[in-house]
Every structure is written in structure tokens, then in C-alpha cells.
């Protein structure tokens, strides 16, 4: 049986819905159970897609291509790609057409100019783009406020409510009548974004640590019982009377997404559904401010390698010098060459009262879909439509359970662990459309800018209030 663990790890996706109360913590919509199809036909029955004959036509994709993971262009390479290109040539035999790419560095410093070229296009109307797919991060804002792209809802051959899409974040992005963008199932960079932790099983072993999967299991794996871990782990190795870089970390973390993960793994929210329904700011919760103090303090310690680049963490948890550290699904596949043995657990709770565990997932670092006005709307929201319905077919099956459980996990027991953070995948209204508050600038950052920069978060969240309140306005008002 095919095993689609995306449908809860979508449709757990809790941004807006439940109760919010005012420390900005919310009550979680309870997950459906999984979705089983026996078979691919048996599937194909029950959601049947749109059919049509584009008579050979070519469709036109403009993408980032140190991102945008859809152009393949031939079989025979890793498990991933070979599955991506199967989709691809699928979508292409339905509806009688062929993909053609146009690809261009796009993200961080080359985002302007990959975004001015796909303006161009667009306001010379020279047919030479039918769907663009770029940096999430930049792209979901640009989406709202450009003009450039067409309102999906008004596209009859999207269907939202289904569930190879992701139900809450669509959600999240479509406030109003409007939804300018796409994510999910389309192709797995959305996938490698998600936030877990490692540990070294040996490192754990020695230091008589118990065992990590059971305190998962039995929900006592929380930030005060990581914390007490993670202390344990640091040892002076090199015998100079205090840890260094030459010596052993308790906990390894990067800077920035994975400091935004401990927002989503505690349930902190920053927005609330208004009388309207619309997004509201909600005030500075007691919770993110215990947070800040809390992991402001921890990373401070010498058990703890806080570092600028991520590379730097994997480095020493490869070379066995690290017992807990956070990572990437993506990251994961550097870790497929280490000698010694890990496992994988997700964030810790914040506390035993906490209801289940949640996940992050930096949707930003993802490829984000939109059809410009010029396009042929029905034959773009058609494709894109196609891409995540066999996405979510076929290519999510070969990613957890082949990439992920086949080769980058040792034991069942991780196995298991994935199913627990796939199934819980937070988000954030904030997070969505971050851009939009400036770079770094979201509600959602503030944890990360106000540890990294030793700033006060309290006084930081009191000086940018009103921006963040003018900007939620200002996002609203184009998605109505």
C-alpha cells in the first residue's frame, strides 16, 4: 500500500484556525488520519483531473535555477530526479504539450534580476512565460503588490480544496478573494525545508543519555529535558581548561531558519483571526519572551556551537564532535557518508502541557509558482494543477520513503520519528508573506535577529508594532 503522509502533514498545517489566546499561542485543529490509497488507479478514480488537448503546444516556464527543482531533463539519475521527471513527461501526455525551460540564478543577489527579466516579459507581453517559479522568500510578497500575476481563485482548474494541495497554507495566503502563488507537492524543494533534529547514538550512549525516541513517544521531550541533554554533551577534548572549536558541543544550530524553528516547535503564533476573519497582530506573548531569555542564555554556553553558517554545525556533527544538532530534510544528505550512527527527533516541545509537536518548514527557501497577467490562465492553472496532483502521487512517495527512510535514516525508530514531524507542519501569516515587512524585519524573525544581534525582543516587537500593523493592512487591502 502507498502510504501519503503528505495529507497529514498538510491538512495539519494549523495557521489561522482554532482558539487564539492572548500570550499568542493557539489551539490546533486536530489532524484527519492518514490518507491510504491501495492503488494508483484507485486514486485516479476517486480525484479525477481536468481533461484537455493542447495540441502539442509548448508551456513556458521562467525559473530560478539555483532553486527550482522541475526541469529534468532526462532519466537515469538519483531516485528524486528520476521521479520528477516521470511526473513531468505524465503531465505532458495527459494534456498532449511539452515543458520548455528557461532557467536564470535567482535567489538572494540575483533576485532583482531575475525578477526584472520576468518583468519585462510580462509588460512587453512577448509570450515568452506561462509560468514563473522563483524565490519563495521574495516571489509570495512580489506576487501580492507587482500586478504582474493572475488571481488563481478566478481559475477554474485550481481546486484548493484538495489535498494535494497544502490546505492551511493556502489558507494562510489567500486571506481576502485573491492568491496570487503556489507551494507544496509541485516539486520537493518544499520538502527539503522542513526542521528536524539529529543525534549522535554513540556520543548519546557513552554519555549514558537516555533514550531520545522514547521521550519523544511518551511526549516528555521537551525544551527544559533537550536543554538538561544538551548541556551533558559539551566536553573540553583538547585538555586547555575550556570548549573551544578544537573540542566537543552538546548542540549545534545556525543562525537564522533554525532559530525560527523553536516559534513553530513551541506553538507560538504572532497573528490572530480578527471579527473579520482577517489577520491581527497579537501582542508580544509572555511565551516568546520566556523563549527569547530562555535560548538567548542557552546559546550563550560554551555547550552550545551557534553559528553563522550552517556548514560549520554538520561539519562537526560529521566528524563526531557534536551529540544534538539541527538540520534540514535537505541538509540530511550529508550526513548519508558519517561513520558513526544517528537518529533523527523532532524540535522539542515547550513543555508537557504542549498538545503534540509541531515542525517548521522555511517555505521561503522553496519555489514558490505564479502566472503572469499575459499568460493563458486556464492552461497554466491546468498544468500547475496536474504538476501537484501526480507531485503528491508520485513524487512525495519516492521522497519519504525511498530518500529520506531508505538512505538517509538508520533505524525504524527515525522512521517513525519522520511520520511524527511530517504530520505537523506549522505556519505563520507573518512567515508567508515575510518579505513584505522588509528583509529580516517579520513578526516571525524577531527570535532570530533579537539573539543574534543581543537585542531586547520586547523592545524590539514595541519599535516595530506599528509597521508590522500597517503592513498586515497593507497586504490585506491587495488580497480583497
Same mark, same amino acid.
Given at each position: 500500500m502507498k502510504k501519503h503522509a503528505s495529507l497529514l502533514f498538510f491538512l495539519a498545517l494549523a495557521l489561522l484556525a482554532g482558539c487564539n489566546d492572548a500570550a499568542g499561542t493557539t489551539t490546533e485543529t486536530n489532524a484527519p488520519d492518514n490518507d491510504v490509497v491501495d492503488t494508483t488507479a484507485a486514486f485516479e478514480e476517486a480525484y479525477a483531473l481536468p481533461e484537455a488537448d493542447f495540441g502539442g503546444r509548448e508551456i513556458k516556464f521562467y525559473v530560478a535555477e539555483d532553486l527550482c527543482l522541475l526541469p529534468v531533463y532526462e532519466e537515469g539519475g538519483s531516485v528524486l530526479d528520476d521521479a520528477?521527471?516521470?511526473?513531468?513527461?505524465?503531465?505532458?501526455?495527459?494534456?498532449?504539450?511539452?515543458? @520548455?525551460?528557461? $532557467?536564470?540564478?535567482?535567489?538572494?543577489?540575483?533576485?532583482?534580476?531575475?525578477?526584472q527579466t520576468c518583468e519585462a516579459s510580462i509588460l512587453a507581453d512577448d509570450n515568452a512565460i506561462d509560468i514563473a517559479g522563483g524565490y519563495g522568500y521574495r516571489l509570495t510578497g512580489t506576487s501580492v503588490t507587482s500586478g504582474l500575476f493572475q488571481n488563481m481563485n478566478d481559475l477554474e482548474a485550481f481546486d484548493f480544496s484538495q489535498q494535494w494541495w497544502p490546505q492551511h497554507l493556502m489558507e494562510a495566503a489567500n486571506i481576502g478573494n485573491k492568491l496570487f502563488f503556489c507551494q507544496g507537492h509541485l516539486e520537493p524543494s518544499f520538502y527539503h525545508q522542513i526542521y528536524v533534529m539529529v543525534f549522535d547514538k554513540k556520543m548519546c550512549e557513552n554519555l549514558k543519555i537516555e533514550n531520545l525516541y522514547d521521550l519523544v513517544n511518551d511526549g516528555k521531550w521537551t525544551y527544559s529535558k533537550f536543554r538538561e541533554i544538551a548541556l551533558l554533551g559539551a566536553q573540553d577534548l583538547n585538555g586547555n581548561a575550556t570548549i573551544d572549536e578544537e573540542d566537543q558541543y552538546g548542540f549545534a544550530i545556525g543562525r537564522n531558519m533554525a532559530v525560527d524553528a523553536f516559534n513553530d516547535a513551541f506553538n507560538i503564533k504572532f497573528v490572530k483571526p480578527g471579527a473579520d476573519g482577517m489577520p491581527e497582530l497579537l501582542p508580544l506573548s509572555e511565551k516568546l519572551?520566556?523563549?527569547?531569555?530562555?535560548?538567548?542564555?542557552?546559546?550563550?554556553?560554551?555547550?552550545?556551537?551557534?553559528?553563522?553558517?550552517d556548514k560549520i554545525s554538520y561539519d562537526t556533527f560529521r566528524e563526531s564532535r557534536t551529540m544534538l544538532m539541527a538540520a534540514t530534510l535537505h541538509g540530511l544528505g550529508d550526513l548519508r557518508s558519517v561513520d558513526h550512527d544517528f537518529g533523527i527527533i523532532p524540535y522539542p516541545k515547550w513543555n508537557e502541557d504542549q498538545d503534540d509537536y509541531y515542525t517548521y518548514c522555511a517555505l521561503g527557501n522553496s519555489t514558490a509558482y505564479c502566472i503572469p497577467v499575459t499568460a493563458d490562465g486556464d492552461v497554466a492553472a491546468t498544468i500547475l494543477e496536474a504538476l501537484a496532483y501526480y507531485g503528491y502521487q508520485d513524487i512525495l512517495p519516492e521522497y519519504y520513503e525511498r530518500v529520506l527512510k531508505g538512505?538517509?535514516?538508520?533505524?525504524?525508530?527515525? $522512521?517513525?520519528?519522520?511520520?511524527?514531524?511530517?504530520?505537523?507542519?506549522?505556519?505563520?501569516?507573518?512567515? @508567508?508573506?515575510?518579505?513584505?515587512?522588509?528583509?529580516?524585519?517579520?513578526?516571525?524573525?524577531?527570535?532570530? @535577529?533579537?539573539?543574534?544581534?543581543?537585542?531586547?525582543?520586547?523592545?524590539?516587537?514595541?519599535?516595530?508594532?506599528?509597521?508590522?500593523?500597517?503592513?498586515?493592512?497593507?497586504?490585506?487591502?491587495?488580497?480583497?
Open positions: 520528477i521527471y516521470l511526473r513531468n513527461r505524465k503531465v505532458e501526455e495527459k494534456y498532449n504539450c511539452k515543458f @520548455v525551460f528557461t $532557467e536564470a540564478p535567482g535567489i538572494v543577489e540575483t533576485w532583482d534580476p531575475w525578477i519572551s520566556e523563549v527569547y531569555y530562555e535560548l538567548n542564555d542557552f546559546f550563550a554556553s560554551a555547550a552550545v556551537q551557534y553559528n553563522e553558517r538512505q538517509s535514516t538508520r533505524d525504524n525508530e527515525s $522512521e517513525a520519528m519522520l511520520d511524527i514531524i511530517f504530520n505537523n507542519v506549522n505556519f505563520d501569516f507573518t512567515q @508567508v508573506y515575510s518579505f513584505a515587512f522588509g528583509d529580516e524585519r517579520a513578526p516571525s524573525m524577531l527570535l532570530r @535577529v533579537a539573539i543574534r544581534n543581543e537585542n531586547d525582543i520586547s523592545s524590539m516587537f514595541e519599535s516595530d508594532k506599528r509597521g508590522f500593523e500597517d503592513i498586515i493592512e497593507q497586504l490585506i487591502q491587495n488580497l480583497k
